[in-house]
Structure formats: structure tokens, C-alpha cells
């Protein structure tokens, strides 16, 4: 099946830790971005990358980085510099970063002891 | 970055009842999307809508874009239409922004 797979689903670290948080794409789809949900909120855009190599900060960026070498993987890492790290985080792709649709992974939710 | 406004915040129904969410966004914008996030968190797509109007079922949107606004209908609603609703709309820039959502809670 076409889509977008996240893992983990659920994720437990002690605060300091790193996380990585893994986003497959089996669409052919050039641009992935990765989002933040808060309880109650909207999303927050934190990267996205329009094509291999090459990402971009979003609105926030701060204690995050992501890498894009491959075409289908966008793995985020959630670093010991994010203040709040607890959150849900979803992963998205598009065919075209300029007017495509959006599809999005069904989340991973983090949770920082 | 552009602003997105949706209302109401929240809408309670009865079963059964039509009801209209708004998303109103503050500049020109090169796409619009509209969302319901389940409770278990998944996004799921509704429409894609720069502008005009699409149907699927009883659920219909309609975007205009000109005036920078894009309404989703809910006919005769059932439980299973409960969830938070998103507009999302994507700028000159390539971002994707949300609205705040408007939750949805549908008595039977």
C-alpha cells in the first residue's frame, strides 16, 4: 500500500535524551515536512525539505534537526535543546511543495519523563 | 506568515442536523485544505480546495478565494462526524499553516 509509515507510535525518554523520530514515503513525492500538535492546538510547522539534500526551518525550529538524503525518508530528531518535547508529531509529504496536496502519517506521540 | 482564523471554536449538533465551519485566511494562497483529525490523532484529508466548490457525500466545501474565505458543510450529521476539523492553506513560501480548529460533537 502507497503511503506514510511513522515510528515509533508512542515514544518514552527521560528529558536530556535525543529522540529520533523515523517518516517513510512510498508516494514518489518530492516534499515532506514534519509538524507539531500540542493538546488543543494546531499544527506547527517545524522542517520541510522540497527535494533530497535540502530542508528548511519553519516557524519552529528551535531544538530540532532533520536530515533528507534519501527521497522517501525525512527522520526528525527531537534534540535536548527542545525546552517542550512532549507532543504529538506528524509527518507529511506532497508531490509538489509549490500546490500539492498534503497526506500525513498517522503520528508519533512523544512523551518526555 | 499568514494568519488563519477558523470559527466557531467549538459546534455541538444533534444528530441529524446541517451545520457550516469557516476558515477565514489573512492573504493570497496557493492551496486549501481541509481536514478532521480522528481521535486517535490522523489527519484525514476532505478536500483539496483552492477554489470552487467540491462535494463528497455529505460533506461539501466551498473556497473563495478572492475574498480569502472557504466553508465546509456538514449534511445531516452523525456521530462518526465528531473530531476537530482543520483549514490549512499553503502560502507563497511553500508552508503549510493550520487554523486552530473547530471541534465538532455530534449527539445522537
Known amino acids: 500500500d502507497g503511503g506514510i509509515t511513522q515510528s515509533p507510535k508512542y515514544l518514552f525518554r527521560k528529558e536530556g535524551q535525543n529522540v529520533t523520530l523515523s517518516c517513510e514515503q512510498n508516494?514518489?513525492?518530492?516534499?515532506m515536512y514534519w509538524y507539531r500538535q500540542d493538546p488543543g492546538q494546531g499544527l506547527r510547522l517545524i522542517y520541510y525539505?522540497?527535494?533530497?539534500?535540502?530542508?528548511q526551518k519553519g516557524d519552529i525550529a528551535e531544538g530540532y534537526s532533520v536530515s533528507r538524503e534519501k527521497k522517501e525518508s525525512f527522520p526528525l530528531t527531537v534534540t535536548s535543546a527542545q525546552k517542550n518535547p512532549t507532543a504529538f508529531y506528524l509527518c507529511?509529504?506532497?508531490?509538489?511543495?509549490?500546490?500539492?496536496?498534503?497526506?500525513f502519517g498517522e503520528g508519533s506521540r512523544l512523551t518526555v519523563l | 506568515g499568514i494568519q488563519v482564523e477558523q470559527s466557531p471554536p467549538d459546534l455541538i449538533l444533534q444528530e441529524g442536523a446541517n451545520s457550516t465551519l469557516r476558515c477565514n485566511f489573512s492573504?493570497?494562497?496557493?492551496?486549501l485544505q481541509w481536514f478532521h483529525q480522528n481521535p486517535w490523532g490522523q489527519l484525514i484529508n476532505l478536500f483539496y480546495?483552492?477554489?470552487g466548490t467540491k462535494q463528497n457525500g455529505r460533506l461539501s466545501a466551498t473556497t473563495v478565494a478572492t475574498e480569502r474565505y472557504s466553508l465546509l458543510y456538514i449534511s445531516s450529521s452523525q456521530t462518526t462526524d465528531s473530531g476537530v476539523y482543520f483549514c490549512a492553506v499553503l502560502s507563497n513560501d511553500y508552508k503549510l499553516s493550520f487554523g486552530a480548529g473547530t471541534t465538532v460533537t455530534v449527539r445522537a
Open positions: 492573504d493570497s494562497v496557493n492551496n
Open positions: 507529511a509529504s506532497s508531490i509538489q511543495p509549490r500546490t500539492g496536496e498534503l497526506f
Open positions: 508516494l514518489n513525492h518530492d516534499a
Open positions: 525539505s522540497q527535494i533530497v539534500n535540502d530542508f
Open positions: 480546495i483552492p477554489s
